[in-house]
């Protein structure tokens, strides 16, 4: 039974830095073929994709936020940890992780978290 | 890399068939078999529908189907019921090892 599972502040100050944590259970990151994702979603607003890292430590990251996003990953801890400098209140959303299977050049994300909302606010 | 287009709502009455479109270039939707489509219930972690552009994951109704047509992608939901009201999102590959998603299409049964 896979499952994946956010943690992290509900409450961040502009200018600080975010530090999110997908804990998961039933597959393995070291695994070939399985990566973890980050998605969010602003109150009211669409999803966007973040980042993604895969089986064998390749990163990837949203062109309009690379500058502030690192993905990392734990495989002895079935960890993986999202970072986001610079936090603004535009920033305020709900963050979702998500197992991604690469499939033939695709990554369906085939397994979500229950997301962890973050408040951007002084 | 900017969002798909997708319509902000399409309804239909339960029993009918329904079409819901995502607009790309030939940089993300066009340029790649790698469209996916996410059905998401407010409050609840979205759902994976179809992957590479027409394939259904076990356990996901075949009223679902999916396809291509050059720059565009669309999801049909034929059958429609009471349950499948949920915001829609597509989601490309788009170059460079990036992806994105769609608008979000709100479907309402009425």
């Known amino acids: 039974q896979v499952t994946l599972r956010e943690s992290g502040p509900a409450l961040v100050r502009p200018t600080q830095t975010l530090t999110l944590t997908c804990t998961f259970s039933g597959f393995s990151l070291s695994t070939g073929g399985m990566c973890v994702t980050w998605i969010r979603q602003p109150p009211g607003k669409a999803l966007e994709w973040l980042a993604l890292?895969?089986?064998?430590?390749?990163?990837y990251y949203s062109t309009s936020l690379q500058t502030r996003l690192t993905i990392s990953k734990d495989t002895s801890k079935n960890q993986v940890v999202l970072t986001m400098t610079n936090m603004d209140p535009v920033d305020t959303a709900t963050y979702y992780c998500a197992r991604a299977l690469y499939n033939s050049g695709t990554y369906p994300f085939d397994y979500w978290g229950q997301g962890a909302l973050v408040t951007v606010s002084s | 890399q900017s969002a798909l287009t997708q319509p902000a709502s399409v309804s239909g009455s339960p029993g009918q068939s329904i079409t819901i479109s995502c607009t790309g270039t030939s940089s993300d939707v066009g340029g790649y078999k790698s469209v996916s489509w996410y059905q998401h219930h407010p409050g609840k972690a979205p759902k994976l529908m179809i992957y590479a552009v027409s394939n259904r994951p076990s356990g996901v109704s075949n009223r679902f189907s999916g396809s291509k047509s050059g720059n565009t992608a669309s999801l049909s939901i034929s059958g429609l019921q009471a349950e499948d009201e949920a915001d829609y999102y597509c989601?490309?590959?788009?170059?460079?090892?990036?992806?994105?998603f769609g608008g979000g299409t709100k479907v309402t049964v009425l």
């Open positions: 890292i895969d089986w064998d430590d390749a990163k």
């Open positions: 989601f490309s590959y788009a170059s460079r090892n990036t992806w994105v």
